[in-house]
């Protein structure tokens, strides 16, 4: 008899069923959270609504740092290309944001001609006005790179009395519209200017919430000495310290990030090992793009509904009739404690909720007596996509992934040094001697020999109870002593030979040294004698 109860509470349950990520992205969204957003004007309290080209977009990249820091040169360190509108000096040369982004043809589209482009992810910037939209603009250009990511230069942040003039919109509010939907933030600091001006630090404190994107690039470090650059990368993490209010430490990339020679070369392995640090994080974005929509989604998706208890809460606590204004203010200056009862009735945790003094500033302008009561109906609603289709959607991403090719950022400085001498360590740890006719353990294989002959070999050969006394004075794990044993045993007879036992001393003193060990042996490593067999 009740049969239609059974059939829609099935239907309550069940899981959507998606395609693709990025569709199940926006059918989530528009039919689960956005009924949300708008029946308690998220919207004007938060972030605007999200659109579809918000989950279509490439991975896209945020520079952020002082005038001067080195930003635009970084894009074009990058690119290995000049970009349209690209200006670069010592004094603050951009002062507009300007996304660079991939196109078939060189030129610009202005600001107030891009955020009518329902293709491109930037409609909603339209909210700053013509003194923002006047200093956007979209650099297009047929680049490799940008095949995979964009890049949004912005105007370098000022210090002293330069940043008490307006720039006319509000700064920071941009910045924070962009690192809600960006996939990496780049702070770039000067080794030269690590003073954080009022600008910067209210920058970073709006960046906050987003420290999972976060990255650091202290620039232009090959022109201090490495006292010195030992001083300034403690100050520069001290001085993080007090503002990034995290117990975790932000990774700081050290480094040059132009193309011009270094300037004092000393610590050129340093900034060699960095760069390529760097650049593996910024080629993983392509990969990790649909998980951190996913997680951006679920992250937006909590908010919403922290957002939803605290006006139903304003608006259960408001009269009636008289005295609405005396009680607004009221309501406004104990939010604090409005906040710990609904984080204590709906066990909530106090890192979901919105920044109080921010809240309680906009809240002085709204009519609390139009605020909607709770309905219970579009919570369970949200409630249900967190606990049902995020699951599914997780299945989905790594389905997706292990059915794509590889995904990475290629062309420009990404592929630089690839194939070619000047790769990170080449001719490096195992690496040595690759190029050379001689077998490279030959140089100190005489040495090798005369431990060899005091281990009893039998037949040209040792046990692996001798090799095994021999290693072990390295003082190495036994985990590497293994593996050294498995790449130096080229036949897989349990012993070793004269050119065995060489080649795992050899990669005793490479290990020894710093390197990592090859997961396979080099062609260039294997004993002479073993080639024609390994071939």
Request: aromatic residues 8%; negative net charge.
């Amino acid at each position: 008899m009740f049969s239609w109860l059974g059939s829609d509470d099935r239907r309550r349950k069940d899981p959507e069923v998606f395609q693709t990520v990025s569709e199940g992205l926006k059918k989530l969204y528009r039919s689960k959270l956005l009924p949300l957003e708008e029946h308690y004007r998220f919207h004007e309290f938060h972030s605007p609504a999200l659109e579809d080209a918000d989950f279509d977009n490439k991975p896209m990249v945020l520079l952020v740092g002082q005038y001067s820091t080195g930003k635009t040169t970084f894009i074009r360190y990058l690119l290995e290309q000049d970009f349209p509108g690209m200006r670069i000096g010592p004094e603050p040369t951009t002062d507009s944001f300007i996304a660079v982004m991939q196109g078939d043809v060189e030129g610009t589209i202005p600001g107030n001609a891009l955020v009518v482009d329902p293709k491109k992810p930037f409609r909603k910037l339209n909210a700053f006005g013509n003194a923002f939209l006047n200093r956007f603009v979209c650099a297009q250009l047929p680049n490799p790179v940008l095949e995979s990511i964009s890049v949004i230069d912005t105007p370098g942040i000022l210090s002293g009395e330069k940043q008490r003039i307006s720039r006319g919109y509000d700064f920071a509010a941009v910045l924070e519209w962009f690192a809600e939907r960006v996939d990496r933030i780049i702070l770039l600091f000067d080794a030269h200017k690590l003073d954080i001006s009022d600008e910067f630090s209210e920058v970073i404190q709006a960046l906050k919430n987003h420290e999972d994107k976060m990255r650091v690039v202290l620039n232009k470090a090959d022109q201090i000495e490495t006292q010195q650059l030992m001083r300034v990368y403690g100050a520069l993490m001290w001085s993080l310290g007090k503002i990034v209010n995290t117990p975790e430490v932000i990774r700081v990339y050290i480094g040059s990030f132009w193309s011009h020679p270094l300037l004092i070369p000393d610590n050129r392995k340093l900034f060699e090992a960095e760069e390529q640090d760097l650049f593996r994080d910024i080629q993983s974005l392509p990969r990790n793009a649909a998980l951190r929509k996913l997680n951006d989604l679920i992250k937006r998706a909590r908010l919403a509904k922290v957002h939803a208890y605290i006006i139903s809460s304003l608006k259960k606590e408001m009269p009636s009739v008289f005295g609405k204004d005396n009680k607004k203010k009221e309501l406004v200056n104990n939010l604090g404690e409005i906040y710990r009862q609904i984080e204590r009735e709906h066990q909530i945790s106090p890192g979901d909720f919105p920044n109080l003094k921010r809240m309680q500033d906009q809240l002085q302008a709204q009519d609390f007596s139009k605020f909607p009561p709770l309905k219970s109906k579009l919570l369970e609603v949200v409630d249900d996509m967190l606990a049902q289709d995020i699951a599914q959607l997780m299945t989905l991403v790594r389905q997706e992934e292990t059915r794509r090719p590889i995904q990475g950022v290629k062309g420009g400085a990404f592929e630089g040094t690839l194939h070619s001498p000047f790769g990170h360590g080449y001719g490096e740890g195992a690496g040595e001697g690759i190029d050379d006719a001689e077998w490279v353990v030959a140089r100190d294989k005489p040495m090798y020999d005369e431990i060899f002959y005091t281990l009893s070999p039998v037949d040209g050969k040792i046990t692996g109870a001798n090799a095994k006394k021999e290693m072990l004075r390295s003082k190495l794990p036994n985990s590497v002593l293994g593996k050294i044993w498995k790449l130096a045993d080229v036949d897989k007879d349990g012993m070793l030979d004269d050119e065995e036992f060489a080649l795992a001393n050899h990669l005793i003193k490479v290990k020894l040294e710093g390197h990592e060990l090859p997961s396979e042996l080099p062609a260039h490593l294997v004993p002479p004698s073993k080639r024609k067999a390994a071939e």
